[in-house]
């Protein structure tokens, strides 16, 4: 009785503009959207917190990585916990690319040696992190040792556990107030070293040359 009472209403139930339409709530928007505009949103924060950690340090406001991003505070704390979640999203990504320069055919050590320097000049959480103990420090300085791995050709004069401690060494003798004056820097340590580094670049830049 009351399911024939409702259906012979000529008003539309208060169900919101697409129930009203006779449609269910949200037809016409994507089920994804929301995990869609998340991880935009995460992804603009990592970027806004590589530039503003390289401008102001590790301890830089966390409301300024929002701003910088276009998004609340609220929305990143959703995302990061601390700032020490936030500047290893950093480092991860950081890693990331590193993992993909190393798998890209004809990728050489030089290549990948250029995206590590590039990154050790633009990122402070890259350099500072590298510095810290704990197993996600570990673990992340071990995919970076295998990504060298992949890439090192076998009678080099260098190991693996060579090129790391190489690539520590030039994280600290990177400073300077620009990225200009930290790529000379580690570039003149690379050459002290006697250890070829390819063009300074992000993974993405060199695939879209």
Known sequence: MTKATESQ??????RGPAAAQGGPP????PANQGRRVAARNRTA?????????????????????????GVGQGSLYRHFADRLALASAVLDENVRQIE???????????????V??????????????????????????????????GCLPVDHRL??????????????AIGGPTPAERERLALRAWRLLGVEVGPLQPFEAAVDE
């Open 45 to 69: 924060l990592i970027a806004a917190a590589r530039e503003v950690f390289a401008e102001q340090g590790l301890n830089a406001p966390l409301s300024a990585v929002a701003r910088r991003a």
């Open 159 to 172: 190991s693996a556990d060579d090129v790391m401690l190489a690539v520590a060494m030039v994280s600290g």
């Open 100 to 114: 993909r320069a190393a798998a890209e055919p004809g990728g050489s050590l030089a290549s990948v040696l250029g």
């Open 116 to 149: 590590i320097t590039w990154h050790l000049s633009r990122s402070t959480a890259f350099v500072d992190l590298l510095r810290v103990r704990g197993e996600q420090a570990r673990t992340l300085s071990e995919r970076v040792r295998t990504a060298l791995s």
């Open 26 to 29: 949200d037809q016409g928007r």
């Open 9 to 14: 209403d000529p008003r539309p139930a208060a």
